[in-house]
């Protein structure tokens, strides 16, 4: 069983920066891949960045990349987003989620952990 809790988010003018942590507990987190998501208000969630389990591997939306940075410390249990250059269409609540395999991530099936609250993300233009 893998339990996470994001936090990091806040309200940010177009153009800047947020750092968010998803803190994991559980023996295996050091084993999945991971990823980050996001929900727009009146959109569906989607995915946003993966992380192999190493970390050596990671994926990203076309509407992410080149702007967000997804790493990972498995000593520390904890996966973080860098997103820099911010836009207002970034606002979302924000999730992180564990799967088998980042192709899994990338698709959102077999997700191993219940959704948490998630941390807000707003983008002011």
């Known amino acids: 069983q893998v339990e996470l809790v994001e936090s990091g988010g806040g309200l940010v003018q177009a153009g800047g920066s947020l750092r968010l942590s998803c803190a994991g507990s559980?023996?295996?987190?050091?084993?999945?891949?991971m990823g980050w998501f996001r929900r727009a208000p009146g959109k569906e969630r989607e995915f946003v960045a993966a992380i192999s389990w190493s970390g050596g591997t990671t994926y990203y939306s076309d509407s992410v990349k080149g702007r967000f940075t997804i790493s990972r410390d498995n000593a520390k249990m904890t996966v973080h987003l860098q997103m820099n250059n911010l836009k207002p269409e970034d606002t979302a609540v924000y999730y992180c989620n564990a799967a088998t395999s980042t192709a899994a991530v990338q698709a959102m099936g077999g997700l191993l952990a219940s959704w948490g609250q998630g941390t807000q993300v707003t983008v002011s233009s």
């Open positions: 559980g023996r295996s987190f050091s084993n999945l891949p």
